[in-house]
């Protein structure tokens, strides 16, 4: 029987790229967005939808945060709500923030699509974050839809003008995040449309990501070098290009191999070299054998991408679709 006290809505802290060792809260069902990017690590959205809901319990999942940052405090630098989806979609995400202020004064940031701040009830809910990171991949509706796949209510404008309004209120950290992909944002016209939007809402910083895991489409490629320079050009000195995690995963609390390899593929799809630094407190073999258990019981499987293979959630689902 497994321990009735593992975690369910909490992970970590992983090493972020960006945040240094970062506890994340995940309030939602797994792949339930208002997008279905291209890109996504995590593959294709399994319940789309642009309705806010009580997917969980607050209380629930109140009470885990509590116990990890009991046994996990020194080695947190920030707590990071960011979904399996949209974060934004939590409907008591205000009440999330406000509980998590009057626990610990460990920062906090919040990772998000930035498409519901259009909502004046949503801009209110998460002012009080230090750090917010929307991304914004292509600034018209057409690249829009093709790169993000967004809700059939969702406008580009809008979610531009909302960002803009929110951060003219925001007393904190406003990062915007670009995912690069070749042949669709990486080129002169979707670039300086970037920046005028860029321009509108202020950020204190832009950064430029790339995706350097399985995309949810198999033909999704990074940009180039001459890419990234390009978009470090047009985009201004605020630019800053966001490189590969450092760090081992914490797996406080957690004991069984193929429980840990879970939590952390749910998130993070690996190579198997990955893993086995992650997890270095098992045995490579032990690793090895732990991965071929989950993949004969179906809790695990194996993506190729970029020449490499990667171990992922079995939940994930990855497509072919043509550009």
């Given at each position: 029987?497994?321990?009735?006290?593992?975690?369910?809505?909490?992970?970590?802290?992983?090493?972020?790229r960006?945040?240094?060792r970062?506890l994340?809260?995940?309030?939602l069902?797994?792949?339930?967005?208002?997008y279905?990017?291209i890109?996504c690590?995590?593959?294709?959205t399994?319940?789309?939808?642009?309705?806010?809901?009580?997917f969980?319990?607050?209380n629930?999942?109140?009470?885990?945060?509590k116990?990890?940052i009991?046994?996990?405090?020194?080695?947190?630098?920030?707590?990071t709500?960011?979904?399996?989806?949209?974060?934004?979609?939590y409907s008591r995400l205000g009440?999330?923030?406000?509980?998590i202020?009057?626990?610990t004064d460990?920062p906090?940031?919040l990772?998000?699509?930035?498409?519901?701040?259009?909502r004046?009830?949503?801009?209110?809910e998460?002012?009080?974050?230090?750090?917010?990171?929307?991304?914004l991949?292509?600034?018209n509706?057409?690249?829009?839809?093709?790169?993000?796949?967004?809700?059939?209510?969702?406008?580009i404008?809008?979610?531009?003008?909302?960002?803009?309004?929110?951060r003219r209120?925001f007393?904190g950290?406003?990062?915007?995040?670009?995912?690069?992909?070749?042949?669709?944002?990486?080129?002169?016209?979707?670039?300086?449309?970037?920046?005028?939007?860029i321009e509108?809402?202020?950020p204190?910083?832009?950064?430029?990501n790339?995706?350097?895991?399985?995309?949810?489409?198999?033909?999704?490629?990074p940009?180039?070098?001459?890419?990234?320079?390009?978009a470090?050009?047009?985009?201004?000195?605020?630019?800053e290009?966001?490189?590969?995690?450092?760090?081992?995963?914490?797996?406080?609390?957690v004991?069984d191999?193929?429980?840990?390899?879970?939590?952390?593929?749910?998130?993070?799809?690996?190579?198997?070299?990955?893993?086995?630094k992650?997890?270095?407190?098992f045995?490579?073999?032990?690793v090895r054998?732990?991965?071929?258990k989950?993949?004969?019981?179906?809790?695990?499987?194996k993506?190729e991408?970029?020449g490499m293979?990667?171990?992922?959630?079995?939940?994930?689902?990855y497509?072919?679709?043509?550009r």
């Amino acid at each position: 029987m497994k321990d009735k006290k593992e975690f369910r809505f909490v992970y970590g802290p992983v090493p972020s790229r960006r945040l240094g060792r970062s506890l994340g809260i995940d309030p939602l069902p797994f792949k339930t967005c208002n997008y279905n990017c291209i890109y996504c690590q995590l593959g294709h959205t399994r319940t789309m939808t642009n309705e806010r809901s009580e997917f969980f319990p607050l209380n629930e999942i109140m009470d885990e945060v509590k116990r990890a940052i009991t046994l996990k405090s020194q080695n947190i630098d920030f707590i990071t709500i960011v979904g399996s989806g949209e974060p934004l979609l939590y409907s008591r995400l205000g009440e999330l923030i406000r509980s998590i202020r009057d626990i610990t004064d460990k920062p906090l940031a919040l990772i998000t699509n930035g498409s519901l701040l259009y909502r004046d009830d949503v801009r209110d809910e998460v002012l009080d974050v230090d750090v917010i990171i929307p991304s914004l991949d292509a600034a018209n509706q057409e690249l829009f839809k093709r790169i993000n796949r967004p809700h059939k209510d969702l406008r580009i404008d809008r979610i531009i003008e909302g960002m803009a309004e929110f951060r003219r209120r925001f007393k904190g950290q406003m990062w915007i995040e670009v995912m690069l992909l070749d042949g669709l944002n990486d080129t002169e016209k979707p670039l300086l449309e970037l920046r005028d939007a860029i321009e509108l809402i202020r950020p204190q910083k832009v950064q430029i990501n790339l995706p350097i895991r399985p995309p949810a489409e198999e033909w999704v490629k990074p940009a180039s070098s001459e890419g990234v320079m390009r978009a470090k050009a047009i985009l201004g000195r605020a630019v800053e290009l966001i490189g590969p995690q450092i760090g081992d995963f914490d797996l406080t609390g957690v004991s069984d191999i193929t429980d840990a390899i879970v939590e952390i593929i749910k998130r993070h799809p690996m190579n198997e070299k990955e893993l086995i630094k992650t997890l270095k407190k098992f045995a490579p073999m032990d690793v090895r054998n732990a991965l071929e258990k989950l993949e004969r019981e179906g809790r695990a499987r194996k993506i190729e991408y970029s020449g490499m293979t990667f171990w992922t959630y079995v939940k994930s689902r990855y497509g072919r679709k043509s550009r």
